[in-house]
């Protein structure tokens, strides 16, 4: 069993690798808009305070890992269905849910290489971390990307359920990263936009992070318990959410559809 879970595994590292591999221009321009995103924070920050790009660039880290988290299961289940392969997938010797899990470790993988390269960039621009701070911005961002994985399948859930609601996801994730904190504190915000941050998990998890870093602060281990609170409840929500969805899609015959 561990060895054909490790061989799905593989496989669909490979399939990942091969996609991007097929399409150099899409992992250039990324690559480039990373860079030019990070070059115009600079220069805007400059006229702010240094600082404020340290703070800044911590959030911007954070946004690029909860954007992973919220979407590679959605982004999977569309690819299979843009492929028509997603009946494959669901036919395979193991449990739905397992098999659509598994294959977003590949996009996680990537997205270590992303911030390895964030954190490599940012020493060009003035931002120096000592390899202690990376071990824990890794490690941290690793631990918020598992937490937040019921968040990634009820989002997907909704999405294949309403169709062509990717839009809408864009929107949501937008917002969470303007009341979580990513730009600036929320206590910039006015009172009531300050009661919804204080509400959402990413508010407590940039928190966290944040505290991690600071060696003048303690570590607030109060928000990561919060964000372990949210994870452990909308688990079993999500998956009995993507199970609902995919019986009726399947039982509509629709959800091959993209």
């Known amino acids: 069993m561990l060895k054909s879970i490790k061989n799905l595994i593989l496989g669909f590292l490979l399939k990942e690798f091969y996609i991007e591999k097929s399409y150099k221009l899409g992992f250039l321009s ?19 305070s240094p600082q404020y790009f340290e703070f800044l660039f911590i959030g911007i880290l954070f946004s690029r890992s909860v954007f992973y988290s919220f979407t590679s299961f959605n982004e999977i289940i569309r690819q299979e269905q843009y492929w028509e392969t997603i009946e494959n997938l669901i036919l395979l010797p193991y449990n739905e849910f397992i098999i659509f899990i598994i ?37 941290i961002l690793t631990i918020f990307n598992i937490l937040f994985i019921p968040f990634g399948i009820f989002f997907a859930s909704i999405t294949i359920y309403v169709r062509k609601g990717e839009n809408l996801s864009w929107l949501i994730i ?20 300050q009661n919804i941050s204080l509400l959402l998990p990413t508010t407590y998890a940039l928190n966290f992070l944040r505290s991690s870093l600071d060696s003048n602060t303690k570590i607030d281990f109060h928000s990561l318990t919060v964000v372990l609170i949210y994870s452990i409840i909308f688990f079993p929500i999500s998956i009995l959410f993507f199970k609902h969805v995919l019986k009726v899609l399947l039982k509509k015959g629709s959800l091959g559809v993209y």
């Open 30 to 48: 990324r690559t480039v808009s990373v860079i030019f995103q990070l070059l115009i924070f600079y220069f805007l920050c400059k006229l702010i």
């Open 174 to 193: 937008s917002l969470i990263d303007l009341l979580s904190g990513i730009y600036f504190s929320i206590t910039e915000l006015p009172k009531y936009l």
């Open 103 to 139: 294959s977003i470790i590949p996009k996680y993988l990537f997205l270590f290489i992303e911030t390895i390269f964030y954190l490599i960039f940012a020493n060009f621009l003035g931002l120096y971390f000592t390899w202690l701070q990376i071990i824990i911005i890794v490690i």
